[in-house]
């Protein structure tokens, strides 16, 4: 068969109805409602059938209809209002404005962006994470640059054969049918960017802008008549395809993503970025074409990896080790090797993705190693993802203690005018949902009474029981059942019962079908005379993954039981739309991965922002924000090996939660009918959890703790013809090959006797050979604390010893006081970690010294 040529033909607007054009080219409309109400005026039957999208409904509308529209005043007058509004939200100072010192600009890379349900170039978390990340920062007034790739086929649409098995579609995409512009230069021709592959092909891109709010996004689209059709099929499709094509999208990602850049910067007149933002391993090629630019300014790789480091963050997002993007080491040389590459040495560039050792496989290329060692600044997604990944990546810093190595972690947030419901927004909304201004809002929900607050949650519930009718309808009629035979489908779900909502990707951790376990136990609980419960369940297996789509048809086959089926619903192709919907009209949403393999999570967030009470693994973002009385933790069966027996408990604690504590509650009603204790939690998630789990929270973290040191690192190495970087480089080399030669010779503590107690200090002595350091070179610490079963210190502090002595041997001996300042068993030992007022963590180097023998390491009990 032949490939359909498609194309949209735009409609030309009256003048009158010309900014019309404007509010559909921003995608701020898929975060704010009176936009979306606009458009629905314009033709409500037309916005219905294009399924709210605003560029379709402009192919759609007659012409009559749009000369009626030109001399409606009214029309008119709101019309001018909303673009006014836009305007404003464009220009006006936000809360980036009353910064100082902040990065002029930040680019921001990311394979997947989940902008809006009408722009599907997202696969699950990490777009949508990325596309919160943008509409935050337009909220904000950050001055980011956004990064990716344009699909032509998007992630794929999702079906289910009559027995239950995923189908994949790929609908073929139309830049000109999406929110999208061409990037053009001064002359009008499109502005392109060209990647060399295999040392010989081109690859070229065009750059089309999808504007969020104040944001550009660009995205690089390969699908051109300038390509040969291999180079041209780079950008088809989101996850496909194998490792091959997966590399020509990371370096046209990366390497091109960065030109892409340039080029916007140049015609556009924006500030170049100060720093660069690698959203997960897939982008990290972008370091090595910046160490390029330098490069080919002269830097040496050594001296240009230094400034690039400095302005580069990294943001690691799984701890799934499959997860991780690892490459044939040879593939990535045949890449950086040749006359496209002429001032880098490949040897560099596959030291940088080399896994280190014990464990690593060297004929391995990982792009997680390399993502790290190419950004001074890394961070994990929530705290408890921030420490596995130390212990991941701990053999990047050997030596150092866990809590030590330069990982740190920054919660995700999900962006609340994207997520909550207008209901809610118009109840307690305000700046403090986007993060500008005035945090303290959230007292609006005090405000509420119950009666009020259970209106709202009825009425969310309702709207989810009726949009799963309708899309349960479609999805039989697609599995060939006819019309006729649907009748049930209309009684389906009651909006009265208990919702329980589960929708995500379906990897083998999120355990989709641990609900199935024990499944009399969960018909019970659905068909409970009294207390029952009902489940909308969505989600996508990736197309590679069998035993996802076995998961899926297990669901399915439960699902379509008769005597369940009108309280257990699948429905089919997860997306945007299907998730705004849920995550609103759930009382419940469940989550129920094996820890600590989810990352952060954020469904249940976006559940929490409308009064939805998670109930899940303590695992991601719940770790850390469960309280007790905001929904509830099942407990998991961590230390159990046996994976059946851990999910045979989890399960087992998953029922008994529901039946004896989620269940009565919500049919807890007082006289007037309402579950005050229901909604006691309700009004407490809203309240506790509301301002934590916001983009605008996490984009705030991001720029206070992330930006704007890179951007302050970035300069200081920059400054005078890079002279830091030139410097510190040097430096780095010189410590590198002197450090054999630093040892802690002896240590001693005095001054404790032989009962230490609590309050005692302790005065520490310690000789050092420096060997061809000197003493600026390096720091010297007493590290003290609580000493653990493995004699290892738990949460150590330190403290620096200052130097008394230097002998000409270069044997230093140094000295300070420890405070012995807990009770139980203490200790402590010296050592010498390398020190440069531009290091950003003492463990960066990798670099250590401690005595050869834990004998410093003097245990003393304290009472
Ligand atoms: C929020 C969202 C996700 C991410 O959900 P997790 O709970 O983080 O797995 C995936 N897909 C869609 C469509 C979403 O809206």
């Known amino acids: 068969m032949r490939a359909i040529r498609r194309f949209t033909v735009r409609t030309s607007l009256p003048p009158q109805l010309a900014p019309l054009a404007e509010l559909v080219r921003n995608l701020r409309w898929s975060w704010h409602p009176e936009t979306l109400d606009l458009f629905a005026d314009v033709d409500r039957e037309a916005w219905e059938r294009v399924g709210h999208d605003p560029v379709a409904l402009l192919g759609a509308v007659e012409t009559g209809r749009l000369l009626e529209l030109a001399a409606d005043r009214r029309f008119l007058r709101r019309l001018a209002d909303a673009a006014d509004d836009l305007r404003e939200y464009l220009t006006a100072p936000r809360w980036y404005q009353s910064l100082e010192d902040a990065p002029r600009a930040i680019a921001y890379f990311s394979p997947e962006y989940g902008i809006a349900a009408a722009l599907p170039q997202y696969s699950g978390g990490l777009g949508i994470l990325a596309g919160d990340h943008l509409k935050a920062a337009s909220d904000l007034g950050v001055p980011i640059i956004g990064?990716?790739?344009?699909?032509?086929?998007?992630?794929?649409?999702?079906?289910?054969?009559?027995?239950g098995w995923q189908l994949e579609h790929y609908p073929s995409l139309d830049p000109g049918g999406l929110p999208l512009t061409l990037l053009r230069e001064a002359d009008g021709t499109p502005a392109t960017v060209c990647v060399t592959l295999d040392g010989a092909q081109p690859l070229r891109a065009r750059i089309w802008v999808a504007q969020v709010g104040r944001v550009p996004l660009l995205l690089l689209d390969s699908g051109i008549a300038e390509n040969d059709p291999m180079a041209r099929d780079v950008?088809?499709?989101?996850?496909?395809?194998?490792?091959?094509?997966?590399?020509?999208?990371?370096?046209?990602?990366?390497?091109?993503?960065?030109?892409?850049?340039?080029?916007?910067?140049?015609?556009?007149?924006?500030?170049?970025?100060?720093?660069?933002?690698?959203?997960?391993?897939h982008a990290g090629f972008l370091g090595l074409e910046r160490i390029r630019e330098l490069t080919e300014a002269r830097l040496s790789f050594a001296e240009a990896l230094e400034a690039v480091r400095a302005g580069t963050v990294f943001t690691t997002h799984t701890p799934v080790p499959a997860g991780i993007d690892r490459f044939p080491a040879d593939m990535i040389a045949r890449q950086f090797s040749g006359s496209a590459w002429p001032t880098v040495d490949v040897a560099n560039v596959l030291e940088l993705g080399a896994e280190p050792g014990p464990g690593g496989d060297p004929s391995v290329f990982n792009m997680a190693v390399m993502g790290m060692r190419l950004a001074q600044r890394v961070n994990g997604v929530s705290r408890l993802h921030g420490e596995v990944s130390r212990a991941m990546f701990r053999g990047l810093w050997p030596g150092f203690d866990l809590d030590e190595?330069?990982?740190?972690?920054?919660?995700?947030?999900?962006?609340?005018?994207?997520?909550?419901?207008?209901?809610?927004?118009?109840?307690?909304?305000?700046?403090?949902?986007?993060?500008?201004?005035d945090e303290r809002g959230w007292e609006r929900v005090d405000r509420l009474s119950d009666?009020?607050?259970?209106?709202?949650?009825?009425?969310?519930?309702?709207?989810?029981?009726?949009?799963?009718?309708?899309?349960?309808?479609?999805?039989?009629?697609?599995?060939?059942?006819?019309?006729?035979?649907?009748?049930?489908?209309?009684?389906?779900?009651?909006?009265?019962?208990?919702?329980i909502g589960f929708a995500r990707r379906v990897p083998a951790y999120k355990r989709?079908?641990?609900?199935?376990?024990?499944?009399?136990?969960?018909?019970?609980?659905?068909?409970?005379?009294?207390?029952?419960?009902?489940?909308?369940?969505?989600?996508?297996?990736?197309?590679?993954?069998e035993g996802g789509k076995r998961l899926i048809q297990q669901i399915v086959r439960f699902a379509d039981q008769e005597r369940v089926r009108h309280r257990i619903v699948f429905l089919p192709d997860y997306d945007m739309a299907l998730a705004q919907v849920l995550v609103a009209g759930a009382d419940v949403w469940m989550n129920n991965p094996l820890r600590p393999l989810e990352a952060c999570g954020t469904s249940g967030m976006k559940a929490a922002l409308n009064g939805g009470l998670n109930l899940s693994i303590r695992d991601g973002w719940w770790d850390e924000w469960f309280d007790g009385a905001n929904g509830w933790a099942i407990p998991s069966a961590e230390g159990v090996a046996d994976p059946d027996r851990r999910d045979e408990l989890e399960a087992a604690a998953l029922y008994d939660l529901l039946e004896r504590e989620v269940t009565p509650r919500f049919y807890d009603r007082t006289a007037d009918g309402l579950p005050r204790r229901w909604l006691e939690m309700v009004r407490h998630?809203?309240?506790?959890?509301?301002?934590?789990?916001?983009?605008?929270?996490?984009?705030?973290?991001?720029?206070?703790?992330?930006y704007t040191p890179a951007a302050k690192a970035a300069r200081e190495f920059a400054a005078d013809d890079h002279r830091n970087a030139k410097r510190f480089a040097a430096w780095?080399?010189?410590?590198?090959?002197?450090?054999?030669?630093?040892?802690?010779?002896?240590?001693?503590?005095?001054?404790?006797?032989d009962t230490p107690e609590l309050g005692t200090r302790l005065k520490i002595t310690a000789t050092v050979a420096l060997g061809e350091l000197s003493p600026e070179d390096v720091e010297v610490q007493a590290v003290y604390g609580r000493v653990g079963a493995h004699d290892e210190l738990i949460r150590p502090d330190h403290v620096t010893l200052t130097m008394e002595?230097?002998?000409?041997?270069?044997?230093?001996?140094?000295?300070?006081?420890?405070?012995?300042?807990?009770?139980?068993?203490?200790?402590?030992?010296?050592?010498?970690?390398?020190?440069?007022?531009?290091?950003?963590?003492?463990?960066?180097?990798?670099?250590?010294a401690v005595p050869e023998e834990p004998a410093g390491m003097t245990n003393g009990t304290l009472r």
Not at 685 to 706: I, Q
């Open 147 to 163: 990064v990716g790739l344009l699909y032509r086929h998007g992630y794929f649409t999702q079906s289910l054969s009559p027995d």
């Open 235 to 281: 950008t088809d499709r989101l996850y496909g395809g194998g490792s091959d094509h997966r590399l020509r999208q990371e370096l046209l990602l990366g390497v091109g993503g960065v030109r892409a850049v340039r080029a916007y910067c140049r015609i556009t007149g924006h500030p170049e970025p100060e720093v660069f933002h690698t959203n997960e391993g």
């Open 405 to 437: 190595l330069p990982i740190g972690s920054i919660t995700n947030g999900v962006h609340a005018p994207t997520w909550m419901a207008r209901e809610l927004l118009e109840l307690i909304g305000g700046d403090h949902l986007t993060g500008v201004g």
């Open 451 to 499: 009666a009020d607050l259970w209106a709202v949650r009825c009425r969310l519930r309702t709207r989810l029981v009726a949009e799963t009718r309708k899309r349960l309808k479609r999805a039989w009629l697609r599995r060939g059942a006819a019309e006729a035979e649907l009748g049930w489908v209309d009684q389906v779900l009651d909006p009265e019962v208990l919702t």
């Open 512 to 545: 989709l079908t641990l609900m199935l376990r024990d499944p009399e136990r969960l018909t019970a609980l659905l068909l409970h005379p009294d207390r029952p419960v009902q489940i909308v369940i969505a989600g996508k297996a990736h197309p590679a993954d």
């Open 685 to 706: 998630t809203l309240r506790s959890l509301g301002p934590k789990v916001l983009a605008g929270r996490m984009l705030k973290e991001y720029v206070l703790d992330l």
């Open 732 to 753: 780095k080399v010189r410590v590198s090959r002197a450090w054999p030669g630093v040892r802690v010779e002896h240590v001693e503590g005095s001054g404790a006797g």
């Open 805 to 848: 002595t230097i002998h000409d041997d270069g044997r230093a001996r140094y000295a300070g006081v420890i405070p012995l300042d807990r009770t139980g068993a203490f200790g402590y030992t010296v050592r010498v970690v390398p020190s440069h007022p531009l290091l950003a963590a003492p463990a960066e180097l990798g670099l250590i």
